[in-house]
């Protein structure tokens, strides 16, 4: 019997609820960091790729702000359930490509899930937690309402990428926003699984988008984006920390450093699962209207 050949998997980005190679044509490698081996190869996405995440992420918006809190909230759980299927998957390739064991990243994926149950609780409760009626002169109602920011680029560190990527994502579509991710350099597997979750849990379109490739290239023309709102830097790594806030100045977008101290702040629940991390990526409109005699 000759012996079978694996089919190697080719990861593609994810755009606007699709998979596609990189229109650069361009790719890199995932390297074992034990072995030293090549993994496999991952597209290598370019400022064409970027430009057409936006464009996708702004009509994921428009649909994802337009459901319902409570629509948003199954949405999410439905996500969780897709995970909780694929854990053995998810935590074979944190192990592949960091140097972390297989009961540390079993450990990673299972909190990165709670952690996705809990934001899915808190879709149709934000609004009344960060918005409020305010006490004005009689003759007048004044409310203060949330409503979610637009478009998020979000940069994430290298440590626990996948973590991480949950924790960040998390909060920043429970309000009806969309994103625009750029994971872990060295272990972006985890995430590109996730997209693949992600297309199958009737998340819409458009509203989560994965690009992997080199962050040097990435960031300029993501960060610089007119039509891009704010910007999540969770990155551990200080050393593009001034060129987002700059890039960011151009449209005055929201700048939101979110990078924790240590990577082990990801399984605090208390620095991870609260409001002010909703908050950061809404805005208050505020209403005036005349009351009744």
Not at 27 to 51: E, F, G, L, M, Q
Not at 52 to 74: L, M
Not at 135 to 150: K, R
């Amino acid at each position: 019997m000759p012996t079978r050949i694996e089919v190697p998997k080719m990861y593609k980005l994810y755009i606007g609820g699709k998979f596609t190679r990189t229109e650069s044509e361009r790719y890199t490698s995932v390297i074992d960091p034990k072995t030293k081996k090549k993994i496999c190869n991952i597209s290598r996405a370019s400022r064409k790729d970027v430009r057409n995440a936006v464009v996708a992420a702004r009509s994921g918006y428009n649909t994802w702000s337009a459901k319902t809190g409570y629509e948003r909230g199954q949405i999410l759980y439905r996500l969780a359930e897709m995970l909780e299927g694929r854990k053995d998957q998810l935590a074979h390739e944190i192990t592949l490509t960091t140097a972390n064991t297989k009961a540390q990243a079993s450990r990673e994926v299972m909190k990165a899930n709670d952690r996705l149950i809990w934001y899915a609780g808190l879709c149709d409760k934000y609004g009344q937690l960060i918005g409020t009626v305010n006490n004005v002169q009689s003759g007048y109602f004044n409310f203060s309402i949330a409503e979610p920011t637009g478009i998020v680029g979000i940069l994430l560190p290298e440590e626990l990428p996948f973590l991480a990527l949950v924790s960040r994502l998390c909060a920043v579509i429970t309000s009806g926003n969309s994103c625009i991710i750029i994971p872990s350099e060295s272990s972006p597997l985890a995430a590109l699984t996730f997209s693949e979750i992600s297309a199958t849990s009737d998340v819409p379109a458009g509203v989560i988008n994965i690009l992997t490739g080199k962050k040097k290239e990435l960031i300029p023309h993501l960060a610089s984006h007119m039509d891009v709102n704010a910007f999540d830097y969770a990155e551990s790594n200080p050393a593009y920390k001034k060129e987002v806030q700059s890039a960011c100045a151009g449209n005055v977008k929201r700048f939101i450093n979110s990078a924790h101290k240590s990577p082990a702040d990801y399984y605090n629940d208390d620095k991870n699962e609260n409001i002010i991390q909703v908050q950061n990526f809404t805005e208050l409109k505020t209403v005036w209207h005349t009351m009744g005699l």
